[in-house]
């Protein structure tokens, strides 16, 4: 058996796919199912049983796949020790954050990355909560900032601020931008047509399940899952949307907008998600800090 085998492996079983695994591991099919088959060879057990879906582990690839997280898990601190001994931490991390955040963090984060961290490698992934949890629990993320996360046996949580959603809808011509509109009620927010994103994502949910503690639901006109599409949409006055302000202020054309309170708040938790399957390495600690005094610094500004 050797590490490559067995990174192969991990892969496949966590993935549920040879297909996708060879994506991730950006190697050819044939070669790494050849792989498998040797480390099923030399092991003297089937590991992997392919299904009309993909591949499961077997019994015997269950247990390997527990032994392996944590092999490949103490060949990342090795490198990690190593990588100290030359004056910093390496390894590679990746991220995984949510449109409406995205364009607010990525770039002071890996600026602060590439200062902090300079022998690791950074890779950061933007996407719908659902999506990146998915993909954190699959073992392609170390990390990911998700909107209303729950913890469960795959996942765990930390606290790491809360965004306020605001009615957000076109900024009529003419109208000047000051002073913004005052307060609005969600009861009356439920009577606007509304963009907005298609089921399960964080937000749409958030939305329908207060609303539906008072008695009414979303008038939804459009699903549309991506806050750009969401805000062009708006300012072509196909209807108005909830978003954050991080959202609309990042957008190419802020002033386009005008946004609003609701009242009483529409306000989400964002957390940050780690694998409870695979333990943090050091650098991926010191990227969890990183997130952390990025956005603190960013709701300071």
Same mark, same amino acid.
């Given at each position: 058996?050797?590490? +490559? ?17 060879? #994506?991730?591991?950006?190697?050819? /099919?044939?070669?790494? &199912?050849?792989?498998?088959?040797? $480390? ?15 591949? %499961?582990?077997?019994?015997?690839? +269950? ?10 898990? /103490? ?56 999506? #990146?949890?998915? &993909? ?9 900032? #998700?909107?209303?996360? /729950? %913890? ?13 959603? $605001?009615?957000?809808?076109? *900024? ?32 749409? =949910?958030?939305?329908?399940?207060? =609303?539906?503690?008072?008695? !009414? ?10 806050? %750009? ?8 006055? %196909?209807? !108005?949307? $909830? ?25 989400? /938790? ?5 694998? &409870?399957? *695979? ?10 800090? #990183?997130? *952390? ?9």
């Amino acid at each position: 058996m050797n590490l +490559k085998q067995l990174e192969y492996f991990v892969r496949v079983a966590e993935l549920g796919s040879f297909t996708r695994a060879s #994506l991730a591991l950006n190697i050819a /099919q044939p070669a790494l &199912s050849r792989q498998i088959r040797l $480390l099923e060879v030399e092991l003297r057990h089937n590991l992997l049983v392919r299904n009309g879906r993909g591949a %499961a582990p077997t019994e015997a690839g +269950k247990l390997l796949l527990e032994h392996g997280r944590g092999i490949l898990h /103490q060949v990342e601190r090795a490198q990690e020790e190593l990588g100290r001994v030359r004056g910093g931490l390496a390894g590679r991390v990746a991220i995984g954050l949510p449109s409406s955040l995205a364009r607010v963090l990525t770039v002071p984060l890996t600026r602060a990355f590439r200062q902090q961290l300079p022998d690791a490698a950074l890779s950061i992934r933007e996407g719908l909560s659902v999506e #990146l949890q998915r &993909s954190l629990v699959a073992g392609q993320l170390d990390i990911a900032v #998700l909107y209303n996360a /729950q %913890a469960n046996a795959d996942i765990e949580i930390a606290p790491l601020m809360t965004e306020e959603l $605001l009615l957000v809808q076109a *900024r009529p011509p003419g109208l000047p931008e000051d002073p913004p509109p005052g307060p609005i009620g969600l009861r009356e927010v439920a009577q606007l047509p509304l963009v907005i994103p298609s089921r399960p994502n964080a937000i749409r =949910m958030h939305v329908e399940t207060e =609303m539906a503690n008072i008695g !009414c639901r979303p008038r939804v006109v459009l699903e549309i899952d991506g806050v %750009a599409a969401i805000l062009d949409l708006v300012a072509d006055g %196909a209807g !108005c949307a $909830l978003l954050s302000r991080n959202a609309v202020a990042s957008s190419i054309r802020p002033s386009a907008f005008t946004t609003r309170a609701v009242e009483p708040a529409l306000q989400t /938790q964002v957390a940050l998600a780690t694998s &409870s399957l *695979r333990p943090s390495t050091l650098t991926q600690q010191a990227t969890l800090e #990183l997130i *952390r005094r990025t956005v603190a610094q960013g709701n300071s500004g």
